[in-house]
Nanobody, 128 residues
Framework: QLQVVESGGGLVEAGGSLSLSCGTS????????????IGWFRQAPGKEREGVAS????????NYAASVKGRFTISRDRARNTVHLQMDNLKPEDTGVYYC?????????????????WGQGTQVTVSS
């Protein structure tokens, strides 16, 4: 059974950068993430979980929320079986718990209900 694990969160000043990674757990290391659409979602206190970026199995097509377009980049690292989310020019409103989620096969939808495997999340805090 696929299990995904996030890493790379932390505290950064506004305007700074962070890189998040999504990989598989040790017990699920045989699952190739390139067979899954991977989405990054975030949830701020008191707010609903929202989609940030996704990368599909369909030619690695990417999809970004309007609020992060031009600042965040999602990419696959097939050699390491991971998906990265590079976050630049971070803003205080980017603060939240960031989750990696997986869906078998392609999708263009950045909606939580389309994804059925979720990580535990990693905290990202952007100070002003």
């Amino acid at each position: 059974q696929l299990q995904v694990v996030e890493s790379g969160g932390g505290l950064v000043e506004a305007g700074g950068s962070l890189s998040l990674s999504c990989g598989t757990s040790a017990s699920a290391s045989g699952f190739p993430l390139n067979a899954y659409t991977i989405g990054w979602f975030r949830q701020a206190p008191g707010k609903e979980r929202e989609g940030v970026a996704s990368i599909s199995t369909d030619e690695d097509k990417t999809n970004y929320a309007a609020s992060v377009k031009g600042r965040f980049t999602i990419s696959r690292d097939r050699a390491r079986n991971t998906v990265h989310l590079q976050m630049d020019n971070l803003k205080p409103e980017d603060t939240g718990v960031y989750y990696c989620a997986a869906k078998s096969g392609p999708t263009e939808y950045l909606v939580p209900t389309y994804y059925n495997t979720w990580g535990q999340g990693t905290q990202v805090t952007v100070s002003s």
